[in-house]
């Protein structure tokens, strides 16, 4: 495994594996490395001849008053992780690689990213796209792998790779748990042991939606007003949103009439925590 921490080494190995007949994955994240991460790796290695992992804390989508200071850093450990993958690179450069001192350009998927996450973090979505386009473009991968926790990040990037015409594949893979239904995020190491219960409410709001949908339910409101007294409910946790949503355009949906996406974000004491299922009528 080869770690490159500037664009231009980075730019050259992916376009050797490029030329030399490869298939090239990419597997974009801030690092504190844990299951869910490493499924997003395991899915590239079966589609792609060469890996390229990147590590980046990405500070354009905190907000002023998240957690970019305290947000984990475990770069050896991760590189362990990944060695142990057989991952080909890791790509892990500093702020100042990235963002150059008098960055003035961005790019932002307009609408999307005011749904969901971007309603109460403003330029969250533009934080995210604006690497992830720089991303794109250094390492010109064929295929990009995303966590289907993060489903508003997904359909954003896809829209943006639609729009701008970037020639590469996102995969969407499926959410990894904990054995107690509890989405696997790294923000979960901030949670401490009462909270880490409290967290859970928001897994079984989603699995009350899904039960109403098995049963028959279509209406979005019904669905979920059960969730939402759950979470209201629970001790140290504040819902900001649980809404069932088109999974493309994230517009909120009234009846259930074809593939939607149940989707929540809340605080759980300081921690935001988000997880999401798909609910299919077929």
Do not use: W
Not at 87 to 99: H, K, L, R, S
Not at 101 to 109: F, I, M
Not at 158 to 172: C, G, K, P, Q, T
Request: proline content about 6%; glycine content about 6%; charged content about 25%.
């Amino acid at each position: 495994m080869k770690v490159r921490t500037t664009v231009e080494p980075m730019r050259a190995a992916a376009r050797v594996a490029r030329l030399g007949g490869l298939r090239v994955g990419l597997v974009p994240t801030m690092g504190a490395l844990h299951e869910g991460h490493l499924s997003l790796v395991r899915a590239a290695k079966a589609q792609c001849e060469a890996v390229v992992v990147s590590i980046f804390v990405n500070p354009l989508q905190f907000g002023p008053n998240e957690d970019l200071a305290k947000y984990p850093r475990t770069f050896e450990r991760d590189c362990e992780l990944l060695r142990a993958e057989d991952v080909d690179f890791v790509f892990a450069p500093p702020v100042e690689e990235i963002y150059p001192e008098k960055l003035s350009t961005y790019v932002t998927v307009e609408g999307l990213s005011d749904r969901l996450c971007g309603r109460s973090r403003p330029g969250h979505f533009r934080g995210v796209t604006t690497v992830v386009a720089k991303l794109f473009n250094i390492v010109q991968p064929h295929m990009a792998f995303f966590g289907q926790k993060d489903a508003a990040q997904v359909a954003i990037i896809r829209r943006m790779v639609r729009d701008l015409n970037f020639a590469v594949e996102i995969i969407a893979c499926p959410i990894v748990r904990e054995p107690d239904g509890l989405a696997m995020s790294s923000r979960n190491a901030y949670l401490k042991p009462q909270e880490r219960k409290s967290a859970l409410v928001l897994h079984r709001a989603l699995q009350a939606i899904e039960e109403g949908f098995r049963q028959g339910e279509r209406r979005a409101k019904a669905l979920t007003e059960s969730g939402k007294q759950m979470i209201v409910e629970e001790p140290g946790v504040e819902l900001d949103y649980l809404e069932i949503v088109d999974p493309d355009s994230l517009e909120a949906v009234e009846m259930v009439s074809r593939t939607a996406l149940a989707a929540v974000g809340a605080f759980v004491g300081t921690t935001r925590l988000i997880d999401n299922v798909l609910l299919d009528p077929e």
